[in-house]
């Protein structure tokens, strides 16, 4: 049975990067649900799926995520604010990698049930605040989900090294040992699955950052030939 459907382009701009996409997953109607049914991969619907905090990667800036909660932030925005300034935002889990400081079981950014100023993440309510995009303030992982990528290095044929990416649905494998442990309710069950638009058009801003407009462009232009083509293969979480 075939699983997936993949479609890989060549940078425009770079013929030693190239891009493999899962094709099923961003023709899929996918959208997130927090707040609109997501029960939370702990239990806790409030919390979403930031019950571990939110890795930093190569991406993020942490000195500049400290910044915001000094300056931008406060405590009628942040309901964790007082315990960032006086504990930190960060810490590290058993292997050295480096996320949000997890408080009450949840990332501190994320507000709980009946905080005045909103529940869910306190950089989100900032940026609607300031009618900017939350991509602008969040940390890497946060606002790629459900995306995900993946960054190989191959030889090319003429010997040169080809840095291939792959950008494909964020699955509970990809957490590493512990994501068999929590309900992945993005893709566990047809909860998400209820989207008016394919996952492609919907996530627009996000994947013209991670690919850069020129790639997109031509990605979408394949995506909107491939809808009214042979019947698709339906986005399946593999087990």
Known sequence: MIDREWVTLTDPNDDLRRYTFDVSFLLSDYTCVYGRGCKGITGRPVIGCCAHGAYLNEDDDAAELERIVREDLDPDTMQFHRSALRKGLFEED??????TRVVEGGCLFANREGFAAGEGCALHHLAV??????????????????????????????GRTVEVHAIAAFER?????GGADFRWWCFDDATAFVGEQPLFRTMERELRLMVGDEVYDELAGYLEERIDA??????????
Do not use: S
Request: include cysteine.
């Open 173 to 177: 494998g990809d957490w590493g040992d």
């Open 94 to 99: 058993d292997e050295g990698d480096v996320h």
């Open 230 to 239: 042979a019947p698709r293969i339906p986005f399946l979480p593999i087990v």
């Open 129 to 158: 605040r300031r009618g900017e995009d939350p991509m602008t303030y969040k940390p890497t992982v946060c606002w790629q989900v459900p995306l995900h990528r993946t960054i190989d290095e191959k030889v090319g044929n003429d």
